[in-house]
């Protein structure tokens, strides 16, 4: 084969995974909405998780800083951040309260 018609045969199979793809994504069902969800019942999925903590923002903002430079140490930042439990006695965090 010549190096034009294998280019050729590339892009066409190229094309072909792409409308395949395509084709697949637009079929009725694929989310997560109930099957008796009309069209009236458009909007999110229905499992959506729940609010996340406020310090999370400030985990991914010190992510941030930590891969601009500002931070030399993201694991000590982070642990400064995150509402720790007390250590128990075999050494592993607990959610004591």
Do not use: C
């Amino acid at each position: 084969m010549t190096k034009l018609t294998r280019i050729a045969v590339a892009a066409l199979a190229v094309l072909a995974l792409l409308v395949g793809a395509g084709a697949a994504a637009a079929t009725p069902g694929n989310g997560n909405a109930p099957d008796d969800a009309g069209p009236d019942a458009a909007g999110p999925p229905t499992d959506l998780p729940g609010p996340v903590p406020d310090f999370v923002g400030d985990i991914h903002r010190t992510i941030g800083e930590f891969l601009s430079g500002s931070i030399d140490s993201l694991g000590s930042a982070v642990s400064d951040l995150t509402p720790g439990g007390e250590e128990s006695e075999n050494g592993a965090e607990s959610a004591g309260a």
